[in-house]
């Protein structure tokens, strides 16, 4: 059913449409596509997103998959009831919020990941290493890279765990803008999006 907020069928809801909390990192609109995009969603998937946010994420997948079950995994307790209270806006119901610092509370999770969405976390290479064993065949990680480092760590992982079907996208996107009295394009920084499927 879809939301009052946002009554479309099209993924892809508007920045402002979201609660906030200073600090936290909002996954931006074109960037979400992408994500979503390489996520290869499937109507009952069950999907992890680790380091969740302000809970983007998990809203356009409960939105785009209301038999599919969610999890967002987020390690600050404010920040973790910033995503239930935009699941809530937004009449989301199978998002599963869990506090808790990852890897180590993967192993908590009762149900295994069939998607992995990864946002954030700085030992990525022990998250990747912990997320493949939990992935069936076929499943899908996807990871975002804001910097060189977090390429190489997870180009390196990726390849370390034989991931196949690897693909890496870099968004570059412009928004136009009222600054002052011009309409200006501004920049959205660039993000490395990579993928890959475990088919072993």
Not at 62 to 83: F, H, N, T
Not at 133 to 159: C, D, M, W
Not at 163 to 189: F, K, M
Request: hydrophobic content about 40%; proline content about 7%.
């Amino acid at each position: 059913m879809p939301s009052q907020l946002w009554p479309y069928i099209t993924p892809g809801i508007p920045d402002e449409l979201f609660d906030r909390l200073p600090g936290i990192p909002l996954s931006k609109r074109e960037v979400r596509l992408l994500l979503l995009s390489a996520l290869r969603l499937e109507p009952k998937s069950v999907v992890w997103d680790i380091g969740a946010g302000t809970g983007t994420i998990p809203v356009e997948i409960g939105l785009l998959c209301p038999q599919g079950r969610i999890v967002a995994i987020e390690r600050d307790e404010e920040v973790a009831s910033l995503i239930r209270h935009n699941c809530d806006r937004f009449g989301v119901n199978n998002v599963e919020v869990i506090e808790g610092t990852a890897p180590e509370c993967l192993a908590d999770i009762s149900h295994s990941p069939q998607r992995v969405c990864i946002e954030g976390g700085r030992p990525i290479r022990e998250i990747l290493k912990q997320v493949w064993q939990y992935l069936p065949f076929q499943g899908r990680v996807v990871a975002t890279a804001g910097n060189l480092e977090s390429l190489y760590a997870i180009s390196e992982s990726f390849s370390q765990l034989h991931a196949r079907n690897i693909e890496v996208v870099q968004s570059a996107v412009n928004r136009l803008e009222g600054r002052g009295r011009h309409q200006t394009l501004v920049a959205i920084d660039p993000i490395f999006i990579l993928s890959g499927e475990k088919l072993e």
